[in-house]
C-alpha cells in the first residue's frame, strides 16, 4: 500500500461525498467513504443558505476522519473552467515552455494573471508543431474552496475541477474512449465531457435535481415540504405524487436540452456512446431521453470496475451515491498519479491549518513552561544553524541561473524556517534532526570531490522527522532527487552514492534507501509530482529510511 493515502472529497451546495485511496499491488484501492447529504436542508442550492450547511457538513467530516497523515484532493464546480486546444509552432528563440507560455497568454480569456494555469501536451505534429491543450480556472474559485475548507480545519493539498474528476474516473475505468460523451447529472449541475481528436469539450451548467423542486416551490408547495419531497421523501397526497412525477419529465427534458447545446458543433455521428451519472436521489431518468437524443447506448455504471474496493465497505449506500463518489475518486487519483488528465489548477503547497488545542492543554502546558526554557534555547541555536546553512545553499546555487534546478528548489525554499522549523520543535528533538538537516545541505552543497553543476547535482526535497511526522522517535524520511537525464538504475545509484556520502555526518546514524519514483516535479511521495509528459522535465526521486545520530536501534 502506499504511505500516503488520498482522500478525494467531491464537495457540492448540497452534499459531501469523499473517498479514501490508497495504492495496493499498482491499483487504486478505495480504502473508506463517506457521503453527508444535506439537500433537504438547501430550499436554494444558489441562496446564501448553502454556506452554513456546507460549512455544518465539513465540520462533520473533519470531526470523524483524522486526515493529518492524508494527502487531501477538493472538487469545485467547473462552470468557469476553461479548456482550448492549440497548434504551437517550434520557435527557435524560445525553449518549448516559454513558447508554451507565450501562446497560453493569448489563449485564455483576459491573460493569466487572475488565473491558474497548465497545459498538457497531446503530440508533437509531422510540422514540428506542438499539439497542446490549455487549461485554465480562475483563482477565485479555488481560493474561496481552500477558504471553506480551512475553516472547517480541513487541509487542502489540491484542488480539482469536478469536470476533469469526471474524466479522470471515468478514464481509470474505461470508459474515456473517443467519442464517448461523460454526463453527470447532479442535483445543482449538470457536466458533460467527451474527447474528440486532440481536444476535450468540457461544459458544465446549473441545471440539476434542484430544479425539481424549483417548479414544486412554483406549484404553491411551502420550500421545506418541496425540498424534502425533491430529495426523495414520500408523497404525502396522490396529487403530490402526480404533481412530481410531472415535474420530473419537465427537468428530465430540460437537462437533455441543456446537454444538446453543450455539445452543440459536435456532428452526432462523433457521439458513438454515453456515461450517465445520475449523482444525487433526486435526479430524473433521463437514459432513455439520451439514448434517444444520440442515437446511442447509455451506461449507467452502478460500481466499480479498475479501481478496488474494501470489502468491509460495500454497501447498498455505495451504488445510490456512485456518481458522487466517482467524483470523488477523480478526485483523489491525481495525487495518486493515476490521472489521464492532470492539469495543476491550485497553487503548491498550500498551507496546512493549524490545529487547535483545547484549552485545557493549554494550561497544562504552562506548567511546563520553565522545565523547557534551556532546552528551547538550544533548538534555537540549531535551528539558526540550519537555517544559515540552508542560505549559504540557496547562494550557491543562485548563479546556475533560469534552468531546471531553480524551478525544482522552488518550492524548497519556502519550506525550511516554516514546515521544517516547526518540525524540529518537537519533543524528538533530543535526538538531533535539526544537526541532521544541516549535515544533509551542506553535504549536498559540498559533496566529496566537488558539486556537480546544473542538473547532476541532487536536490534534497523531503525531510520529517519523529513524532510529528507519524514515525517513531528518532526516526526520519528524506527525499532525494536527480533530474531524469539517464536511466532509473543510474539515477538510483547517484543517489544511493549520495546518501552513503551522508552517513555518519553529524545528527545522521545511517540513511536506507526505501523506493524510488519518476514524475514530472519533484515530489516528496510516488504520485504527487504532475505531469510527467516527456516534453516537460522529469526527475528521480529516492526516498529514504533516516536513523537520527543517538536514537536506539
Same mark, same amino acid.
Given at each position: ?170 478514464? @481509470?475505468?474505461? +470508459? &474515456? #474512449? =473517443?467519442?464517448?460523451?461523460? $454526463? /453527470? ?8 465531457? !467527451? ?91 433521463? @437514459?432513455?431521453? +439520451? &439514448? #434517444? =437524443?444520440?442515437?446511442?447506448? $447509455? /451506461? ?8 478496488? !474496493? ?94 531546471? +534546478? ?148
Amino acid at each position: 500500500m502506499s504511505e500516503t493515502p488520498v482522500w478525494g472529497i467531491d464537495l457540492t451546495e448540497s452534499s459531501l461525498r469523499a473517498a479514501k485511496l490508497v495504492m495496493q499491488n499498482g491499483r487504486p484501492f478505495l480504502e473508506a467513504w463517506e457521503v453527508i447529504d444535506f439537500a433537504a436542508d438547501v430550499p436554494d442550492p444558489h441562496g446564501t443558505i448553502r454556506f452554513e450547511t456546507v460549512h455544518r457538513a465539513l465540520h462533520r467530516f473533519a470531526a470523524t476522519h483524522d486526515l493529518d497523515a492524508c494527502t487531501v484532493a477538493v472538487t469545485a464546480r467547473s462552470e468557469t473552467l476553461f479548456v482550448q486546444t492549440a497548434f504551437v509552432p517550434q520557435s527557435p528563440n524560445l525553449e518549448l515552455p516559454a513558447l508554451l507560455r507565450a501562446e497560453a497568454a493569448e489563449q485564455i480569456p483576459g491573460g493569466i494573471a487572475d488565473v491558474f494555469w497548465d497545459y498538457r501536451v497531446e503530440r508533437v505534429a509531422s510540422t514540428g508543431d506542438v499539439v497542446a491543450e490549455f487549461f485554465a480556472w480562475p483563482k477565485s474559485v479555488v481560493d474561496r474552496c481552500v477558504k471553506s475548507a480551512r475553516a472547517a480545519m480541513i487541509p487542502v493539498d489540491r484542488v480539482e475541477p469536478s469536470a476533469l474528476a469526471l474524466l479522470n474516473v471515468a478514464a @481509470a475505468e474505461g +470508459l &474515456a #474512449a =473517443e467519442g464517448v460523451l461523460l $454526463v /453527470d447529472v447532479d442535483y445543482s449541475s449538470t457536466t458533460a465531457v !467527451v474527447r474528440l481528436g486532440d481536444r476535450h469539450v468540457v461544459r458544465s451548467l446549473p441545471i440539476g435535481g434542484c430544479d425539481v423542486a424549483a417548479l414544486l416551490r412554483g406549484a404553491g408547495m411551502k420550500p421545506r415540504a418541496a425540498a424534502d419531497l425533491a430529495a426523495g421523501g414520500a408523497p404525502p397526497t396522490k396529487d403530490a405524487a402526480e404533481l412530481l412525477e410531472r415535474v420530473r419529465e419537465t427537468v428530465g427534458g430540460a437537462i437533455v436540452d441543456e446537454i444538446r447545446r453543450m455539445v452543440h458543433g459536435t456532428p452526432p455521428e462523433s457521439i458513438v456512446r454515453v456515461v450517465l451519472h445520475r449523482s444525487h436521489p433526486t435526479v430524473p431518468d433521463v @437514459a432513455a431521453s +439520451l &439514448a #434517444a =437524443e444520440f442515437g446511442t447506448p $447509455v /451506461d449507467e455504471p452502478i460500481g466499480f470496475r479498475s479501481i478496488d !474496493v474494501n470489502p468491509d465497505v460495500v454497501s447498498a449506500g455505495i451504488q445510490e451515491w456512485h456518481g458522487g463518489l466517482a467524483r470523488a475518486v477523480g478526485a483523489a487519483l491525481p495525487s495518486l498519479g493515476r490521472a489521464a488528465v492532470a492539469p495543476r489548477l491550485s497553487p503548491d503547497g498550500i498551507p496546512r491549518p493549524e490545529s487547535r488545542v483545547p484549552l485545557g492543554f493549554v494550561l497544562a502546558g504552562l506548567f511546563l513552561v520553565v522545565g523547557v526554557l534551556a532546552v528551547w534555547r538550544e533548538r534555537e541555536a540549531a535551528a539558526d544553524a540550519s537555517r544559515a546553512a540552508v542560505t549559504a545553499m540557496r547562494a550557491e546555487l543562485d548563479g546556475i541561473g533560469d534552468g531546471t +534546478l531553480d524551478r525544482a528548489l522552488a518550492r524548497l525554499a519556502a519550506r525550511p524556517e516554516d514546515a521544517l522549523v516547526r518540525r524540529w520543535k518537537t519533543p524528538d528533538d533530543a535526538f538531533g534532526p535539526a544537526e541532521a538537516f544541516a549535515s544533509i545541505v551542506d553535504g549536498l552543497a559540498n559533496p566529496p570531490g566537488g558539486r556537480p553543476s546544473g542538473d547532476l547535482a541532487p536536490l534534497l526535497f523531503g525531510f520529517d522527522v519523529g513524532v510529528a511526522a507519524g514515525l517513531r522517535p528518532g526516526r526520519g524520511r528524506v527525499v532525494l532527487a536527480l533530474v531524469a537525464t539517464d536511466s532509473d538504475a543510474a539515477l538510483d545509484a547517484a543517489l544511493d552514492r549520495t546518501a552513503r556520502s551522508l552517513n555518519g555526518k553529524p545528527g545522521i546514524a545511517t540513511l536506507t534507501p526505501v523506493e524510488s519514483w519518476t514524475s514530472g516535479a519533484v515530489s516528496d511521495r510516488p504520485g504527487a509530482g504532475g505531469d510527467s509528459s516527456d516534453l516537460r522535465d522529469r526527475f528521480r526521486c529516492r526516498r529514504f529510511d533516516l536513523v537520527l545520530e543517538g536514537s536506539a536501534e
